[in-house]
């Protein structure tokens, strides 16, 4: 499978836990996207990477958020001293040329206790 | 700062109907303009997307959609729905290589 991938699927933690969601893009693409999806919302922006550089960051993004793509490959989000508010589905998308069509990835939810 | 504002959050129409979802959006630049679909128990697919040119564009699954520069729009239509599109629909903006910004969904049920 060449789309985007997504570990774990499923995250279960408690609250003040550290927790990081891993992604994978299609290999070829330069661009990456980590995006929130809260129960009858649409995604909201996280933040955005070309290549390792982290070029945007959403107001969303609390100082418990950190994004990180060392090799401008894969990316990793993790979020420190987890809030019951961070139970979401985060989702990363991907990326490449002129246009910005994006694909997604299943996404992982994470529900914190 | 741009954003997508979708219309109707929840759909039923029986198969065979007609389908309109309406979306509007607010940007200032170039835009690119999308709509995804979120089948059940399943991620977001791109459903079709307007970059420039014909504004009528076609995408999968017999989707169609208009961008009226005029309106800020860019509505969904399909002639014949299908139990199996059953399922969530987003539309969204981006300018260039920036995020994306989705509208709330809507839901569409389609019954047999």
């Known amino acids: 499978d060449t789309g985007v991938s997504q570990n774990p699927r499923h995250k279960i933690t408690k609250r003040g836990q550290n927790v990081t969601f891993r992604c994978d893009p299609i290999?070829?693409?330069?661009?990456l996207y980590w995006y929130r999806q809260t129960l009858g919302q649409g995604p909201e922006f996280l933040t955005y990477?070309?290549?390792?550089?982290?070029?945007?960051k959403s107001r969303l993004l609390s100082d418990r958020f950190s994004a990180e793509r060392p090799k401008g490959s894969f990316s990793t989000l993790e979020i420190q001293r987890t809030e019951q508010g961070d139970s979401a589905m985060y989702l990363c998308?991907?990326?490449?040329?002129?246009?910005?069509?994006?694909?997604f990835g299943p996404g992982t939810r994470l529900t914190v206790l | 700062a741009q954003s997508v504002s979708q219309h109707n959050h929840h759909v039923i129409l029986s198969e065979a109907a007609s389908l309109e979802l309406g979306c509007n959006y607010s940007?200032?630049?170039?835009?690119?303009l999308f709509w995804y679909v979120q089948y059940p128990g399943q991620h977001l697919q791109l459903l079709l997307k307007?970059?420039?040119?014909?504004?009528l564009v076609k995408g999968i699954k017999g989707f169609e959609a208009e961008f009226i520069k005029s309106k800020f729009s860019f509505n969904l239509r399909k002639p014949s729905v299908q139990w199996s599109d059953t399922a969530e629909y987003f539309c969204a903006v981006a300018g260039g290589y920036q995020k994306v910004t989705f509208g709330t969904g809507t839901k569409l049920q389609v019954i047999p």
């Open positions: 290999s070829e693409h330069n661009r």
């Open positions: 307007y970059f420039s040119g014909d504004p």
């Open positions: 940007y200032g630049g170039t835009v690119n």
């Open positions: 990477f070309q290549n390792e550089a982290q070029l945007e």
């Open positions: 998308a991907s990326s490449s040329g002129a246009a910005n069509e994006q694909f």
